[in-house]
């Protein structure tokens, strides 16, 4: 009786650390966003056949728009660009300790994809310019080249991360980087950020 209750003690200390070893860890969410920012720079855009160079320029024009963990800039922050100027668009999501997490989305391209939308149709002309880690095209939108073709009224620019199902990314296309039934992508929004806009024409603006 003695030896059957030394196996059953010893069975049970075995099980306990083989499953110890090989129960996953958790992982802290790395998506978990508690401030984001909006950094507009602007770019040359430089036509090569079919397709568009970018190239950076001296002294460019540089608008960075931040937001609460809520999405929202703060009270009275608009954002004002020029019609027929390209800017290179870019995400800075910062965690709860402040670190940059934004690489996180292009690490996991194939289940984020961002929707830029709020603009009357034709104001916008969009790029992807994400790279993987072997530095391969990708398309998610952490990165890219916005381009303005044409004045349009005030309105609200909207920025969405989305985190995809599994297998939803196979069904967007680049054409869809601004597709207002972005929702039939099934997921959830990462990042949902919003800040109104004045696209205005080369010869000034009006506050």
Known sequence: MKKLSLFAIIFTILL?????????TPEIDQEEVN??????????????GDHYHYNEIE?????HVKFSKEGLPEVGTHL??????????ELIAKDFAGRETQQTFVQRADIHQAFILGA?????????????????????????YLTVAKE????????????????????????DWNNKDFAKFTGANDIDLQVEVHVVSDHGHDH
């Open 16 to 24: 306990s650390t083989s499953c110890s070893k090989d129960d996953p």
């Open 35 to 48: 401030a984001a920012e909006l950094v507009f720079t602007e770019v040359e855009r430089e036509a090569h």
């Open 59 to 63: 002294n460019p024009d540089v608008e």
């Open 80 to 89: 004002h660009l020029e019609v027929g100027k390209t800017y290179k668009l």
């Open 120 to 144: 009357p149709e034709g104001t916008f002309e969009y790029a992807y310019a994400d790279r993987d880690a072997d530095n391969n095209k990708i398309q998610v939108g952490v990165t890219g």
């Open 152 to 175: 349009a009224d005030t309105f609200v620019f909207r920025y969405i991360m989305r985190h995809l199902n599994p297998g939803v990314k196979a069904n967007i296309t680049a054409a």
